[in-house]
């Protein structure tokens, strides 16, 4: 049972590249979210999903898009990349039956540089 | 609407000393409200939760929260610090409807021999 993983660990981009990073849950949950996390900013939500095929923005959602087309998958994609968006990545997921009350299972994180 | 505030942005203890972390937060309705912990280069893992069960919670690793209505409140404490307890801490609190976690900026717990 390997929980969230995240692809890739690292990565280094320039300005006006694209990315996609993949998270991936094996527990069968319903809810996956991508946070960012910046220095003294805590965790912010980007985008997030209830279900296959659903998503939804989050408190940051400008510059990034999302798809859940396979239930244990969420991706997050960076269709040109801003050095605003160097962050480290973390996915989550959680059962359905609380939504944001339910305990929330982190990835590993992947770090984002933007040259 | 949720928000969050942890005072103290980074707490020093020594080893064996009382930890406390603090937690205050704003709600309209009873909240539902969490205690993660993230250890250098991982994610975060709960640590706590409280969903208005009982207002004293116990976690893991010998953590313990308590639910103050009064004070807007939910402070992190343990009796006595490990070393192994140095990470980065935040406090999160949930909505009934479950429609948002807001987070809060955290605190970094440095655990001295």
């Known amino acids: 049972n390997a929980g969230v993983t995240q692809t890739p660990k690292f990565r280094v981009l320039k300005t006006g590249q694209s990315m996609t990073l993949l998270c991936a849950q094996d527990m069968n949950h319903e809810y996956m979210y991508w946070y960012r996390q910046d220095p003294g900013m805590g965790l912010r939500l980007i985008h997030y999903s209830v279900g296959e095929g659903t998503t939804a923005k989050g408190e940051v959602p400008d510059g990034y898009n999302v798809s859940r087309l396979k239930k244990q998958n969420f991706l997050l994609g960076l269709e040109s990349a801003a050095p605003s968006q160097t962050s480290v990545y973390f996915c989550?997921?959680?059962?359905?039956?609380?939504?944001?009350?339910?305990?929330?299972?982190f990835g590993p994180g992947t770090r984002l540089l933007v040259l | 609407a949720q928000s969050v505030t942890q005072l103290g942005s980074h707490v020093s203890v020594s080893e064996g000393a009382l930890v406390l972390l603090r937690c205050n937060y704003s709600s309209s309705v009873p909240p539902y409200l969490f205690w993660y912990v993230q250890y250098p280069n991982q994610g975060l893992q709960l640590l706590l939760k409280?969903?208005?069960?009982?207002?004293l919670v116990k976690g893991i690793n010998g953590f313990e929260a308590e639910f103050k209505k009064s004070e807007t409140s939910f402070h992190l404490t343990k009796p006595s610090a490990h070393m192994s307890d140095a990470a980065e801490y935040f406090c999160?609190?949930?909505?009934?409807?479950?429609?948002?976690?807001?987070f809060g900026k955290g605190t970094t717990l440095s655990v001295s021999s």
């Open positions: 989550a997921s959680s059962k359905p039956s609380g939504g944001f009350q339910e305990t929330q299972y």
């Open positions: 409280y969903t208005s069960a009982a207002t």
């Open positions: 999160a609190v949930s909505n009934q409807a479950g429609t948002a976690l807001i």
